[in-house]
Protein backbone atom coordinates (compact mmCIF):
# COMPACT_ATOMS: atom_id res chain seq x y z
CA UNK A 1 0.00 0.00 0.00
CA UNK A 2 2.97 2.34 1.21
CA UNK A 3 4.76 1.64 -2.41
CA UNK A 4 1.23 2.41 -4.33
CA UNK A 5 0.68 5.41 -2.47
CA UNK A 6 4.17 6.48 -3.30
CA UNK A 7 3.16 5.85 -7.04
CA UNK A 8 0.24 7.85 -7.33
CA UNK A 9 2.34 10.79 -5.45
CA UNK A 10 5.26 10.19 -8.42
CA UNK A 11 2.85 10.90 -11.11
CA UNK A 12 1.76 14.30 -10.09
CA UNK A 13 3.21 16.87 -12.38
CA UNK A 14 2.30 20.77 -12.46
CA UNK A 15 0.95 21.85 -15.64
CA UNK A 16 2.31 25.25 -17.68
CA UNK A 17 -0.77 26.45 -19.33
CA UNK A 18 0.23 28.90 -22.13
CA UNK A 19 -2.01 31.55 -21.93
CA UNK A 20 -2.03 33.63 -25.31
CA UNK A 21 -1.60 37.17 -24.43
CA UNK A 22 -1.65 39.03 -27.60
CA UNK A 23 -5.07 38.66 -28.58
CA UNK A 24 -6.27 42.20 -27.47
CA UNK A 25 -10.09 42.49 -27.29
CA UNK A 26 -12.71 45.48 -26.97
CA UNK A 27 -14.75 44.98 -23.82
CA UNK A 28 -17.92 47.26 -23.91
CA UNK A 29 -20.48 47.44 -20.93
CA UNK A 30 -23.28 49.49 -21.02
CA UNK A 31 -27.23 49.68 -20.14
CA UNK A 32 -30.30 52.51 -20.95
CA UNK A 33 -33.36 52.17 -19.31
CA UNK A 34 -36.38 54.29 -18.79
CA UNK A 35 -35.34 56.22 -15.72
CA UNK A 36 -33.63 59.56 -16.31
CA UNK A 37 -30.28 59.44 -17.83
CA UNK A 38 -27.15 60.36 -18.56
CA UNK A 39 -26.57 56.42 -18.64
CA UNK A 40 -22.82 55.35 -18.97
CA UNK A 41 -20.61 53.16 -21.41
CA UNK A 42 -18.10 51.67 -20.18
CA UNK A 43 -14.62 50.60 -22.80
CA UNK A 44 -11.98 48.94 -21.77
CA UNK A 45 -9.29 46.12 -23.35
CA UNK A 46 -9.13 42.75 -22.52
CA UNK A 47 -5.11 42.45 -20.33
CA UNK A 48 -2.42 39.74 -19.83
CA UNK A 49 -2.54 38.12 -16.59
CA UNK A 50 -1.71 38.85 -13.91
CA UNK A 51 -3.74 42.05 -13.49
CA UNK A 52 -4.83 44.55 -10.99
CA UNK A 53 -8.39 46.37 -11.65
CA UNK A 54 -6.27 49.79 -11.50
CA UNK A 55 -4.36 48.47 -14.39
CA UNK A 56 -7.36 47.47 -17.44
CA UNK A 57 -6.74 49.68 -20.23
CA UNK A 58 -9.57 51.82 -21.25
CA UNK A 59 -10.60 52.72 -24.93
CA UNK A 60 -9.72 56.29 -25.05
CA UNK A 61 -11.34 58.81 -27.79
CA UNK A 62 -13.61 56.81 -29.01
CA UNK A 63 -16.95 58.49 -31.14
CA UNK A 64 -20.65 56.57 -29.35
CA UNK A 65 -23.55 57.20 -30.74
CA UNK A 66 -27.40 55.30 -30.06
CA UNK A 67 -29.32 55.01 -32.52
CA UNK A 68 -33.41 53.58 -31.98
CA UNK A 69 -36.02 52.28 -34.63
CA UNK A 70 -37.31 55.55 -35.24
CA UNK A 71 -34.38 56.90 -36.83
CA UNK A 72 -33.73 58.83 -34.09
CA UNK A 73 -29.66 59.21 -32.62
CA UNK A 74 -28.34 60.78 -29.57
CA UNK A 75 -24.27 60.84 -29.05
CA UNK A 76 -22.32 59.88 -26.22
CA UNK A 77 -19.74 62.43 -25.00
CA UNK A 78 -16.37 60.90 -22.48
CA UNK A 79 -16.21 62.38 -19.26
CA UNK A 80 -13.05 60.18 -18.39
CA UNK A 81 -10.19 57.99 -20.53
CA UNK A 82 -13.10 54.87 -21.54
CA UNK A 83 -16.18 56.18 -19.72
CA UNK A 84 -18.94 57.57 -21.84
CA UNK A 85 -22.56 59.44 -21.46
CA UNK A 86 -25.70 60.25 -23.21
CA UNK A 87 -26.89 63.65 -23.04
CA UNK A 88 -28.94 64.50 -20.18
CA UNK A 89 -32.41 64.79 -22.11
CA UNK A 90 -32.18 61.31 -23.42
CA UNK A 91 -34.03 59.33 -21.80
CA UNK A 92 -34.84 55.38 -22.61
CA UNK A 93 -38.81 54.81 -23.53
CA UNK A 94 -40.33 51.56 -22.96
CA UNK A 95 -41.17 49.44 -26.59
CA UNK A 96 -38.39 51.58 -28.26
CA UNK A 97 -35.19 49.36 -29.34
CA UNK A 98 -31.55 50.68 -28.90
CA UNK A 99 -28.41 49.98 -30.95
CA UNK A 100 -25.02 51.33 -29.84
CA UNK A 101 -22.70 51.92 -32.39
CA UNK A 102 -18.97 52.66 -31.60
CA UNK A 103 -16.21 53.92 -33.53
CA UNK A 104 -12.57 53.60 -31.87
CA UNK A 105 -10.12 56.10 -32.11
CA UNK A 106 -8.22 53.57 -34.58
CA UNK A 107 -11.15 53.63 -37.00
CA UNK A 108 -12.39 50.58 -35.80
CA UNK A 109 -15.96 49.82 -36.34
CA UNK A 110 -18.19 47.71 -33.81
CA UNK A 111 -22.31 47.76 -33.28
CA UNK A 112 -24.55 45.78 -31.06
CA UNK A 113 -27.60 43.61 -31.66
CA UNK A 114 -30.79 45.86 -31.47
CA UNK A 115 -32.34 45.56 -27.47
CA UNK A 116 -35.67 46.48 -26.92
CA UNK A 117 -36.86 48.31 -23.91
CA UNK A 118 -39.51 45.85 -22.64
CA UNK A 119 -41.92 46.97 -19.19
CA UNK A 120 -40.92 45.39 -15.64
CA UNK A 121 -43.59 44.50 -13.16
CA UNK A 122 -43.18 46.22 -10.17
CA UNK A 123 -41.45 44.96 -7.12
CA UNK A 124 -44.03 44.00 -4.46
CA UNK A 125 -42.41 43.18 -1.31
CA UNK A 126 -38.98 42.68 -0.17
CA UNK A 127 -38.61 39.90 2.81
CA UNK A 128 -35.88 39.12 5.21
CA UNK A 129 -35.12 36.67 7.69
CA UNK A 130 -32.23 35.84 9.83
CA UNK A 131 -30.38 32.18 9.34
CA UNK A 132 -27.79 30.78 12.29
CA UNK A 133 -25.00 28.90 11.30
CA UNK A 134 -22.34 27.13 13.15
CA UNK A 135 -18.63 28.45 12.14
CA UNK A 136 -15.09 27.55 13.81
CA UNK A 137 -12.65 30.08 15.05
CA UNK A 138 -9.39 30.54 14.35
CA UNK A 139 -8.80 27.88 17.33
CA UNK A 140 -11.45 25.54 15.95
CA UNK A 141 -14.21 26.43 18.59
CA UNK A 142 -17.48 26.45 17.18
CA UNK A 143 -19.45 29.95 17.97
CA UNK A 144 -22.39 31.30 16.03
CA UNK A 145 -22.67 32.97 13.32
CA UNK A 146 -25.81 34.81 11.69
CA UNK A 147 -26.60 36.14 7.97
CA UNK A 148 -29.43 37.91 6.84
CA UNK A 149 -31.14 36.38 4.32
CA UNK A 150 -33.18 38.87 1.73
CA UNK A 151 -35.18 38.25 -1.01
CA UNK A 152 -37.99 39.85 -2.86
CA UNK A 153 -41.76 39.04 -4.34
CA UNK A 154 -43.00 40.57 -7.69
CA UNK A 155 -45.75 39.49 -10.57
CA UNK A 156 -44.91 37.55 -13.33
CA UNK A 157 -46.93 38.96 -16.53
CA UNK A 158 -48.72 36.20 -18.66
CA UNK A 159 -48.63 35.69 -22.09
CA UNK A 160 -45.37 36.38 -22.66
CA UNK A 161 -41.79 35.34 -22.25
CA UNK A 162 -40.30 37.38 -19.17
CA UNK A 163 -36.79 37.41 -18.36
CA UNK A 164 -35.38 39.24 -14.73
CA UNK A 165 -31.97 40.91 -13.71
CA UNK A 166 -31.98 41.94 -9.62
CA UNK A 167 -29.14 44.64 -8.57
CA UNK A 168 -29.10 45.59 -4.53
CA UNK A 169 -27.61 48.27 -2.35
CA UNK A 170 -26.93 48.28 0.85
CA UNK A 171 -25.83 51.23 3.48
CA UNK A 172 -25.11 51.29 6.80
CA UNK A 173 -24.76 53.50 9.34
CA UNK A 174 -21.36 52.96 11.50
CA UNK A 175 -20.50 54.92 14.74
CA UNK A 176 -16.82 54.70 15.60
CA UNK A 177 -14.45 56.42 18.34
CA UNK A 178 -11.83 58.41 16.61
CA UNK A 179 -11.01 60.41 19.84
CA UNK A 180 -9.28 56.97 21.08
CA UNK A 181 -7.33 56.86 18.27
CA UNK A 182 -3.42 55.54 19.00
CA UNK A 183 -0.47 54.66 17.46
CA UNK A 184 1.69 51.86 17.68
CA UNK A 185 4.59 52.40 19.66
CA UNK A 186 7.90 51.39 18.31
CA UNK A 187 9.75 49.97 21.85
CA UNK A 188 6.72 48.16 21.66
CA UNK A 189 4.55 49.41 25.10
CA UNK A 190 1.61 51.02 25.08
CA UNK A 191 0.03 52.19 21.79
CA UNK A 192 0.86 56.51 21.79
CA UNK A 193 -2.47 58.57 22.16
CA UNK A 194 -3.60 60.77 19.18
CA UNK A 195 -6.76 61.81 19.21
CA UNK A 196 -8.69 62.09 15.74
CA UNK A 197 -11.02 64.98 15.64
CA UNK A 198 -13.10 63.43 12.61
CA UNK A 199 -15.37 61.40 12.63
CA UNK A 200 -17.24 59.40 14.63
CA UNK A 201 -19.96 58.80 12.07
CA UNK A 202 -20.39 57.20 8.58
CA UNK A 203 -22.54 55.73 5.91
CA UNK A 204 -20.80 52.29 4.57
CA UNK A 205 -22.26 50.98 1.09
CA UNK A 206 -22.56 47.83 0.45
CA UNK A 207 -22.44 47.22 -3.73
CA UNK A 208 -24.15 44.67 -6.15
CA UNK A 209 -21.54 41.40 -6.29
CA UNK A 210 -23.24 38.61 -7.65
CA UNK A 211 -25.53 37.93 -10.57
CA UNK A 212 -29.15 37.29 -10.03
CA UNK A 213 -31.20 36.33 -12.93
CA UNK A 214 -34.45 34.59 -13.50
CA UNK A 215 -37.02 33.81 -15.96
CA UNK A 216 -40.63 32.74 -16.32
CA UNK A 217 -40.66 29.20 -17.50
CA UNK A 218 -42.20 27.72 -14.43
CA UNK A 219 -43.95 31.23 -12.99
CA UNK A 220 -45.64 32.21 -16.18
CA UNK A 221 -48.48 34.97 -15.38
CA UNK A 222 -48.14 33.84 -11.36
CA UNK A 223 -46.41 35.71 -8.34
CA UNK A 224 -42.90 35.10 -7.76
CA UNK A 225 -41.98 34.60 -4.42
CA UNK A 226 -38.80 35.00 -2.47
CA UNK A 227 -36.90 35.20 -5.42
CA UNK A 228 -33.59 35.51 -3.26
CA UNK A 229 -31.13 38.77 -3.63
CA UNK A 230 -28.74 39.06 -1.79
CA UNK A 231 -27.61 38.07 2.40
CA UNK A 232 -25.49 40.11 4.68
CA UNK A 233 -23.70 39.75 7.76
CA UNK A 234 -25.29 40.46 11.24
CA UNK A 235 -22.54 41.67 12.75
CA UNK A 236 -22.25 44.64 15.08
CA UNK A 237 -20.23 46.58 12.32
CA UNK A 238 -22.91 46.29 9.45
CA UNK A 239 -25.78 45.91 11.69
CA UNK A 240 -24.73 48.82 14.16
CA UNK A 241 -28.00 50.80 13.97
CA UNK A 242 -29.78 49.88 10.82
CA UNK A 243 -29.53 48.95 7.24
CA UNK A 244 -31.30 50.56 4.53
CA UNK A 245 -31.53 48.02 1.09
CA UNK A 246 -32.49 48.80 -1.93
CA UNK A 247 -33.00 46.96 -4.76
CA UNK A 248 -33.87 47.60 -8.97
CA UNK A 249 -35.71 44.96 -10.89
CA UNK A 250 -35.01 45.08 -14.57
CA UNK A 251 -36.50 43.65 -17.75
CA UNK A 252 -33.89 42.14 -19.40
CA UNK A 253 -34.38 40.58 -23.19
CA UNK A 254 -33.76 36.61 -23.87
CA UNK A 255 -30.33 37.15 -25.38
CA UNK A 256 -28.99 39.30 -22.18
CA UNK A 257 -30.55 36.27 -19.87
CA UNK A 258 -28.63 33.97 -22.18
CA UNK A 259 -25.22 35.83 -21.35
CA UNK A 260 -25.74 36.70 -17.71
CA UNK A 261 -26.21 33.03 -17.31
CA UNK A 262 -23.14 31.98 -19.02
CA UNK A 263 -21.39 34.24 -17.18
CA UNK A 264 -23.03 33.17 -13.56
CA UNK A 265 -21.59 29.64 -14.99
CA UNK A 266 -18.35 30.48 -15.42
CA UNK A 267 -18.06 32.67 -12.10
CA UNK A 268 -20.00 30.05 -9.56
CA UNK A 269 -18.99 26.67 -11.51
CA UNK A 270 -15.16 26.36 -10.83
CA UNK A 271 -14.55 24.61 -7.35
CA UNK A 272 -13.76 20.98 -8.95
CA UNK A 273 -12.76 19.05 -12.08
CA UNK A 274 -16.18 18.56 -12.58
CA UNK A 275 -17.39 21.77 -13.56
CA UNK A 276 -17.87 23.24 -16.68
CA UNK A 277 -14.55 24.25 -18.73
CA UNK A 278 -14.44 28.13 -18.75
CA UNK A 279 -15.66 29.44 -22.24
CA UNK A 280 -15.83 32.74 -24.58
CA UNK A 281 -18.67 34.55 -23.16
CA UNK A 282 -20.15 36.06 -26.23
CA UNK A 283 -22.11 39.20 -26.00
CA UNK A 284 -24.24 40.98 -28.29
CA UNK A 285 -21.23 43.74 -29.92
CA UNK A 286 -19.94 42.70 -33.33
CA UNK A 287 -17.31 44.08 -35.42
CA UNK A 288 -18.23 45.76 -38.29
CA UNK A 289 -14.93 44.82 -40.63
CA UNK A 290 -13.48 42.08 -38.78
CA UNK A 291 -16.56 39.39 -37.78
CA UNK A 292 -13.35 37.22 -36.03
CA UNK A 293 -12.79 39.80 -33.54
CA UNK A 294 -15.66 39.39 -31.65
CA UNK A 295 -15.60 41.80 -28.78
CA UNK A 296 -16.95 40.94 -25.22
CA UNK A 297 -19.66 42.75 -23.31
CA UNK A 298 -23.19 43.41 -23.35
CA UNK A 299 -25.38 46.68 -24.50
CA UNK A 300 -28.52 46.02 -22.47
CA UNK A 301 -31.60 48.18 -22.78
CA UNK A 302 -34.61 47.39 -19.70
CA UNK A 303 -36.81 49.13 -17.59
CA UNK A 304 -36.26 49.56 -13.83
CA UNK A 305 -38.52 49.40 -10.83
CA UNK A 306 -37.05 49.82 -7.73
CA UNK A 307 -38.39 49.40 -3.73
CA UNK A 308 -36.33 49.99 -0.48
CA UNK A 309 -36.70 49.36 3.45
CA UNK A 310 -34.77 49.90 6.33
CA UNK A 311 -34.07 47.12 8.82
CA UNK A 312 -33.39 47.90 12.04
CA UNK A 313 -31.14 45.98 13.80
CA UNK A 314 -33.29 45.33 17.17
CA UNK A 315 -36.02 43.85 14.37
CA UNK A 316 -33.90 41.17 14.10
CA UNK A 317 -33.90 38.94 17.49
CA UNK A 318 -29.84 39.03 17.80
CA UNK A 319 -28.08 40.04 20.58
CA UNK A 320 -24.94 41.94 19.38
CA UNK A 321 -22.30 43.40 21.22
CA UNK A 322 -21.20 47.90 20.72
CA UNK A 323 -18.53 48.12 18.27
CA UNK A 324 -15.42 49.23 19.22
CA UNK A 325 -13.51 50.77 16.40
CA UNK A 326 -11.11 53.46 17.68
CA UNK A 327 -10.51 55.57 14.65
CA UNK A 328 -11.76 57.73 12.12
CA UNK A 329 -15.06 55.85 10.52
CA UNK A 330 -13.67 57.46 6.94
CA UNK A 331 -11.00 54.92 6.79
CA UNK A 332 -13.53 51.68 5.89
CA UNK A 333 -14.17 51.15 2.56
CA UNK A 334 -17.09 52.85 0.64
CA UNK A 335 -17.85 55.09 4.22
CA UNK A 336 -18.78 58.70 3.39
CA UNK A 337 -18.99 61.20 6.56
CA UNK A 338 -22.30 62.43 4.06
CA UNK A 339 -25.45 61.38 5.26
CA UNK A 340 -27.76 59.79 2.66
CA UNK A 341 -30.52 62.49 1.77
CA UNK A 342 -33.00 58.96 2.17
CA UNK A 343 -31.70 58.85 5.73
Known amino acids: MIFFLLLLTGCIEPLEVDIKQDDVRLVVNGLISDEPGPYTVMLTQTQTVPYT??????????????????????????????????????????????????????????????????????????????????????????????????????????????????????????????????????LGTACIPKPKSCCSTCWVTIYNDAISIHNDWLVNGNELKKQFITKLPVNNQVFNSRVHLEVKQFSISEAAYDYWNILKTQVNDVSSIQSPPPAFVSGNISSVDNAAKKPLGFFSASAVKKKSIFISTKELGVSLRPLIYPDDCRVIDNSTAIRPFYW
Open 53 to 186: PQSIPREDGATLFIADDLGNTTSLYQTTPGVYQTQPDFQGQIGRTYTLHITTSKGEKYVSAPETLQAVPDIENINYEVEKRIALDEENRPSDVYWLNASIDTKDESGQKNYYRWEYEAVYQIDTQPWDYCEPNP
